[in-house]
């Protein structure tokens, strides 16, 4: 399973767009890239997943450069309830699924 | 559509007594995973059932154990509670394992040793 690697804390304000990057240098080929948020005391909520190039939906984009070795997830106009962890997950589901550390994101007002 | 649901909510056990947790997976879901998140803490890789049979393991002792049932339901086991047991236990479901539309999780049980 990749290792990935993500900023441990980002500050951004409200109406701002966010975007975090994550590290996966031994992506395999067939491994997908996916997003969780999760807030205290709750468990992590899908918010997207790609394999290459560009995906978007209602909440979040991720663009994933060609060689697929990071890829960004990107918030459009952040606001407090954005506040919380988001994690990056490489791999295909066929092996024990590894959390990172995450990147806590703090929004302000 | 009812998502992953884990029960109870909460559980306060003392020491060295025995802790039994039980998630329900999305209909259609074969796989369940185990996390145990110590407060403040990252996600720790529990264990991950599929088809009734434990695929994969975390670094955990083997006071923690599992199972899954033929309706795919969960339950996981800790004997012999110690104080730093204490924690978020969440579990999620996939189809098949494959995780490639993502895992789904339940909103946890809080385990408290005292």
Same mark, same amino acid.
């Given at each position: 399973?990749?290792?990935?690697?993500?900023?441990?804390?980002?500050? %951004?304000?409200?109406?701002?767009?966010?975007?975090?990057?994550?590290?996966?240098?031994?992506?395999?080929?067939?491994?997908?890239?996916?997003?969780?948020?999760?807030? $205290?005391?709750?468990? $992590?909520?899908?918010?997207?997943?790609?394999?290459?190039?560009?995906?978007?939906?209602?909440?979040?984009?991720?663009?994933?450069?060609?060689?697929?070795?990071?890829?960004?997830?990107?918030?459009?106009?952040?606001?407090?309830? @954005?506040?919380?962890?988001?994690?990056?997950?490489?791999?295909?589901?066929? @092996?024990?699924?590894?959390?990172?550390?995450?990147?806590?994101?703090?929004?302000?007002? | 559509?009812?998502?992953?649901?884990?029960?109870?909510?909460?559980?306060?056990?003392?020491?060295?007594?025995?802790?039994?947790?039980?998630?329900? $997976?999305?209909?259609?879901?074969?796989?369940?995973?185990?996390?145990?998140?110590?407060?403040?803490?990252?996600?720790?890789?529990?264990?991950?059932?599929?088809?009734?049979?434990?695929?994969?393991?975390?670094?955990?002792?083997?006071?923690?154990?599992?199972?899954?049932? $033929?309706?795919?339901?969960?339950?996981?086991?800790?004997?012999?509670?110690?104080?730093?047991?204490?924690?978020?236990?969440?579990?999620?479901? %996939?189809?098949?394992?494959?995780?490639?539309?993502?895992?789904?999780?339940?909103?946890?049980?809080?385990?408290?040793?005292?």
């Amino acid at each position: 399973l990749a290792k990935t690697t993500q900023p441990i804390s980002m500050d %951004s304000y409200e109406g701002q767009e966010v975007n975090i990057t994550c590290s996966h240098n031994n992506i395999a080929t067939n491994d997908y890239i996916t997003w969780y948020q999760q807030f $205290p005391s709750q468990g $992590p909520r899908f918010i997207i997943q790609g394999y290459k190039t560009k995906v978007t939906n209602e909440v979040a984009s991720l663009f994933i450069p060609a060689d697929r070795k990071s890829s960004t997830l990107s918030l459009p106009r952040v606001s407090l309830s @954005d506040t919380a962890v988001y994690y990056c997950l490489v791999g295909k589901g066929d @092996d024990k699924i590894i959390f990172g550390k995450g990147t806590r994101l703090h929004i302000l007002p | 559509e009812a998502g992953v649901t884990q029960s109870p909510t909460h559980l306060i056990k003392t020491r060295g007594q025995q802790a039994t947790l039980r998630c329900s $997976p999305i209909s259609g879901h074969t796989s369940v995973y185990w996390y145990q998140q110590a407060l403040g803490l990252g996600l720790q890789f529990l264990l991950w059932y599929d088809e009734g049979e434990e695929r994969n393991r975390g670094n955990f002792p083997p006071r923690f154990s599992g199972r899954q049932f $033929p309706n795919y339901s969960s339950e996981l086991n800790v004997n012999a509670l110690e104080l730093e047991d204490s924690a978020l236990y969440l579990c999620a479901s %996939s189809l098949e394992g494959t995780g490639e539309y993502g895992y789904t999780f339940g909103s946890g049980t809080r385990l408290t040793v005292v």
